[in-house]
C-alpha cells in the first residue's frame, strides 16, 4: 500500500482485497435470510438441509431459521433468539449471551436479500468442498489401513455427497440460465 499522505492512491493487496477478514459464505447467507420476508427465505431454504452450514453455532441457527420459516415465521434475530431460548439452547447465561450476540452480529453485516439466491450457491458449493475433503481424508486413511479388497467400495462418493452435487449442481445451472446477459433488464427511474 502507498501512504496517502506521500501523495499517492491507497491501494489493497491484491492477494488479500478484502482486507484481514475471510469470507464466511453460510454467516452471510444467514444474515441475508434474517433479512427477509418469511416467503423469500422459505424460496432460499427450499432444499438445503441444516448440516450444509457446517458444525457449531452455524448449523444451531440454520436450523432455527429453517424452523421458523417453515412455520411461516420471518427468521429475524429477535425471532432466532426467542426460538433457541424456547428450545432451551440457551440455558446457561454466557450460552444465551454468546449465540445471541452471534445472531446479531451477523445480522448487522446482512447483504442486502437481493444477495440470496447467490449465497445459496456459496453455501452449497462451500458444503460440498467440506464434504469432498473429509470423504478425501476417510479415502486416505482407508488407503492405508483397510484390507485391499474394502478399498474400491470406499473410493466411491457417498449419498450424502452426491445428493449435495446434485442441490449445487442445479443451482450453478439456474445461474448459467439467469445470468446470461439478455436476462439482464436495465430499469427506467419512474
Same mark, same amino acid.
Given at each position: 500500500?502507498? #501512504?496517502?499522505?506521500?501523495? $499517492? +492512491?491507497?491501494?489493497?493487496?491484491?492477494? #488479500?482485497?478484502?482486507?484481514?477478514?475471510?469470507?464466511?459464505?453460510?454467516?452471510?447467507?444467514? $444474515?441475508?435470510?434474517?433479512?427477509?420476508?418469511?416467503? *423469500?427465505?422459505?424460496?432460499?431454504?427450499?432444499?438445503? &438441509?441444516?448440516?450444509?452450514?457446517?458444525? $457449531?453455532? *452455524?448449523?444451531?441457527?440454520?436450523?432455527?431459521?429453517? *424452523?421458523? %420459516?417453515?412455520?411461516?415465521?420471518?427468521?429475524?434475530?429477535?425471532?432466532?433468539?426467542?426460538?433457541? &431460548?424456547?428450545?432451551?439452547?440457551?440455558? %446457561?447465561?454466557? &450460552?444465551?449471551?454468546?449465540?445471541?450476540?452471534?445472531?446479531?452480529?451477523?445480522?448487522?453485516?446482512?447483504?442486502?436479500?437481493?444477495?440470496?439466491?447467490?449465497?445459496?450457491?456459496?453455501?452449497?458449493? +462451500?458444503?460440498? *468442498?467440506?464434504?469432498? =475433503?473429509?470423504? +478425501?481424508?476417510?479415502?486416505?486413511?482407508?488407503?492405508? %489401513?483397510?484390507?485391499?479388497?474394502?478399498?474400491? =467400495?470406499?473410493?466411491?462418493?457417498?449419498?450424502?455427497?452426491?445428493?449435495?452435487?446434485?442441490?449445487?449442481?442445479?443451482?450453478?445451472?439456474?445461474?448459467?440460465?439467469?445470468?446470461?446477459?439478455?436476462?439482464?433488464?436495465? &430499469?427506467?427511474? +419512474?
Amino acid at each position: 500500500m502507498t #501512504n496517502p499522505s506521500e501523495g $499517492g +492512491a491507497i491501494v489493497p493487496k491484491l492477494e #488479500n482485497p478484502y482486507g484481514d477478514t475471510e469470507f464466511d459464505p453460510v454467516r452471510a447467507f444467514l $444474515g441475508c435470510l434474517m433479512c427477509c420476508s418469511a416467503e *423469500r427465505a422459505r424460496e432460499l431454504l427450499a432444499g438445503m &438441509r441444516p448440516t450444509d452450514a457446517g458444525h $457449531g453455532v *452455524r448449523e444451531v441457527v440454520f436450523e432455527l431459521a429453517v *424452523r421458523v %420459516t417453515a412455520a411461516g415465521i420471518a427468521p429475524d434475530p429477535q425471532v432466532l433468539v426467542a426460538e433457541a &431460548r424456547r428450545r432451551g439452547l440457551l440455558a %446457561t447465561a454466557d &450460552r444465551a449471551q454468546s449465540v445471541a450476540m452471534w445472531v446479531f452480529e451477523t445480522y448487522q453485516r446482512a447483504p442486502w436479500p437481493e444477495a440470496g439466491w447467490f449465497l445459496r450457491t456459496a453455501v452449497l458449493e +462451500a458444503a460440498y *468442498r467440506r464434504a469432498v =475433503g473429509e470423504h +478425501a481424508q476417510r479415502v486416505v486413511h482407508a488407503a492405508a %489401513t483397510a484390507p485391499v479388497e474394502q478399498l474400491p =467400495g470406499l473410493v466411491e462418493p457417498s449419498d450424502e455427497l452426491v445428493d449435495l452435487w446434485q442441490r449445487l449442481a442445479a443451482d450453478l445451472a439456474r445461474w448459467q440460465r439467469d445470468v446470461s446477459s439478455d436476462v439482464i433488464e436495465h &430499469r427506467r427511474a +419512474a
